[in-house]
């Protein structure tokens, strides 16, 4: 039986294509076409090139001559994909059905105007089915709607060439071009790289084809191109570190399994965070220390006939909180003293299969709120102060450092000359708006049952590696016990030291940075000058809608001429391209060849721009991953490891 159209299948999942001039009516146009890609690898001092021309226009001639030679020997690179013809396509929603058709688009899209989707229906840019409708068009069930843009993507960073394993000098006298993600290791079956921050693992939001796998595949497509790559964890895309990605969908799944199983992978990153680390903790009688009374451990010399009060001083010998993955066994929570803990809802898990379905067992759980310091083995250190880990490593190299804290690569088990202890932290974590992706942390006792609906316990460890005065931040190795959504950001803020450029969670978008921020500062002054003066700080191509009157300028009552092409069409009428231009040359696209140039130039320009004044990573990179397995010759652990990212260079570590 011939397939329906709904079981074709389509690139990108599904939700979208890249097409060709004039097939916006074939139903091959669902296949992408990445050989209509146009990607620039761009020197990041060329943006600031252009921030200079872009002030001399606008007659700030001190901005422009503080940038004149800003980041010139700049070795970052960043990776723009020109705009291309898109199609968006979603099958028809039940809660659509009998709606009309302008006002789904208008009710459940928010990047346009309703007066923008009233002009793309008439213009037929958005069809039911591969056919023109009308704006009140009733929706039926089995309906595809399709919308055809011209896509823009936000530019993304490469791997930082001062970080690479190849000189530039080498990669001349190969006479091949750097490559734009650094390979840790590869063998026939898995590929690990350095993942630059700023970079998404997969397509998600406004990033389609600057993401990693697309990145890889565009690089080397005989070798991991469509369908070669698969993978197997996330890492945030403002997170720069090790990613592994397995080149068969089974490796892909067992790996996936393996990360997941706590005991079975052990994650270590670095972070630079504010302050001193453990400095707002120290006072002995913080309500978050957490200690274990062990009732069933009596000192020798007790007497049974003693009071009970004396005895129960008597017996309270600190062992190891019952405390793991950030949740408080129910039996032992009395037993706890100090810290806080939050019985959290019955929330429902799947079970093993059961006559053709799947069983649900509901757990209640109660998540912990405070910290305490282990060894290496989880072993609570008897007598420890916050000082034993934040002096430790004082004296010591990067390499040593690591040896103790994580183990040598070449050795399974760490080194046997000394130990790293390690600050505990255990705070329920949650996601506040999934919408927006922010997650909150702390105190959640308070709360209402249904306000802790999706709250999750969490457990992460730290230790200090170094401290720079005149930052004033500190340099930590951090060891995530579980895996929650920002679960590192959220921690490090909970505990009064964010991480230093995290503008999300309690830092600052340009910490340490001036150059970065004038870069901004400078950049937004274009832009609002494109703008006409906007003031909007998220004005970006990727988050500002269209207005009623770039609609009106732009779209409204434009139609495909005679031998105008689908893709000369989509560009006319795009209002983000018209952005680009500025209001000034918002009429300036006549079909000409010099104004289509001009049109490229000033989407490349604004491109870039906008890659300034946003956040370009934060100081959060995933150092090592271990795994643990077994194999003809026993049980073994097999650890990969990156380079030390380029901003731990301010700390004393060698």
Not at 11 to 39: F, H, K, M, P, Q
Not at 267 to 289: E, I, N, S, T
Not at 355 to 368: D, L, M, P, R
Not at 611 to 632: F, T
Request: proline share 3%; aromatic share 6%.
């Amino acid at each position: 039986m011939a397939k329906t159209k709904r079981n074709k299948k389509r690139s990108r999942g599904g939700i979208g294509c890249l097409i060709a001039e004039d097939d916006s009516n074939n139903s091959e146009c669902s296949r992408s076409t990445s050989s209509l890609l146009r990607v620039e690898d761009v020197p990041l001092s060329r943006a600031f090139s252009l921030i200079d021309t872009s002030a001399t226009i606008s007659s700030n001639a001190d901005a422009s001559a503080n940038h004149n030679n800003l980041h010139f020997r700049d070795q970052r690179r960043v990776r723009i994909v020109h705009p291309y013809p898109y199609t968006f396509a979603a099958f028809a929603k039940s809660r659509w059905i009998g709606r009309s058709l302008i006002d789904v688009y208008h009710d459940e899209f928010g990047s346009y105007p309703r007066s923008y989707y009233e002009a793309a229906i008439d213009a037929g840019r958005i069809l039911v089915s591969g056919k023109r409708v009308t704006c009140d068009y009733a929706i039926k069930q089995g309906d595809e709607l399709t919308h055809t843009v011209h896509r823009h993507e936000p530019a993304v960073s490469l791997s930082d060439l001062s970080l690479s394993t190849t000189s530039p000098a080498e990669h001349d006298k190969q006479q091949s071009e750097p490559p734009p993600i650094e390979i840790v290791y590869e063998d026939d079956t898995i590929l690990v790289v350095d993942k630059p921050a700023s970079m998404p693992i997969h397509a998600c939001g406004a990033y389609n084809y600057n993401t990693l796998l697309e990145v890889l595949a565009h690089w080397k497509p005989e070798s991991y191109g469509t369908g070669k790559l698969f993978t197997v964890h996330r890492l945030d895309r403002l997170t720069s570190g090790l990613v592994l990605i397995a080149k068969s969908s089974s490796l892909a799944s067992s790996l996936g399994k393996c990360i997941l199983e706590r005991d079975l992978c052990d994650k270590v990153y670095l972070a630079r965070v504010k302050g001193r680390f453990c400095d707002l903790l120290q006072h002995a009688d913080h309500p978050w220390r957490m200690k274990y009374w062990s009732s069933h451990k009596i000192e020798k010399g007790v007497r049974a006939d003693e009071s009970a009060e004396r005895q129960s001083k008597q017996q309270k010998i600190a062992t190891v909180p019952p405390i793991s993955h950030g949740e408080v066994a129910g039996h032992d929570a009395c037993d706890l003293s100090g810290g806080v803990t939050v019985e959290l809802p019955l929330s429902k898990k799947k079970g093993n299969k059961k006559e053709g379905g799947t069983s649900e067992i509901q757990s209640a759980s109660i998540s912990a709120l405070g910290f305490w310091v282990t060894d290496c083995h989880g072993n609570l250190v008897e007598n420890a102060t916050l000082q034993d880990c934040t002096k430790q490593c004082e004296g010591m190299t990067t390499s040593e450092i690591l040896e103790h804290a994580v183990g040598s690569l070449a050795n399974d088990d760490v080194s046997a000359k000394g130990s790293i202890n390690w600050f505990l932290f255990a705070c329920p974590c949650r996601i506040s708006s999934h919408k927006n992706g922010v997650c909150e942390a702390g105190d959640f006792s308070s709360k209402s049952e249904s306000e802790l609906e999706g709250t999750k316990p969490a457990q992460t460890a730290f230790t200090l590696l170094s401290y720079d005065k005149a930052s004033d931040t500190s340099l930590l190795l951090v060891k995530p016990d579980t895996g929650r959504m920002h679960q590192i950001r959220l921690h490090l803020q909970a505990l009064g030291h964010p991480i230093a450029n995290d503008h999300c969670y309690g830092g600052d978008l340009w910490f340490g940075d001036d150059e970065g921020q004038q870069a901004c500062q400078n950049s937004r002054e274009c832009l609002n000058m494109l703008d006409k003066g906007s003031s909007d700080a998220e004005l970006t191509l990727s988050k500002a809608p269209a207005t009623d009157e770039e609609v009106y300028q732009v779209v409204a009552n434009k139609s495909r001429e005679d031998g105008e092409s689908m893709d000369e069409f989509i560009v006319k009428t795009c209002v983000w391209c018209a952005r680009c231009r500025g209001l000034d040359g918002i009429h300036s696209l006549d079909g000409s060849a010099d104004a289509r140039r001009n049109n490229e130039e000033a989407v490349f320009r604004r491109t870039l721009m906008e890659y300034l004044v946003r956040s370009q990573g934060i100081w959060l990179h995933a150092l090592q991953y271990s795994l643990h397995g077994n194999d003809d010759k026993g049980s073994r652990i097999v650890k990969y490891r990156t380079k030390l990212p380029s901003w731990v260079n301010d700390f004393d570590v060698k």
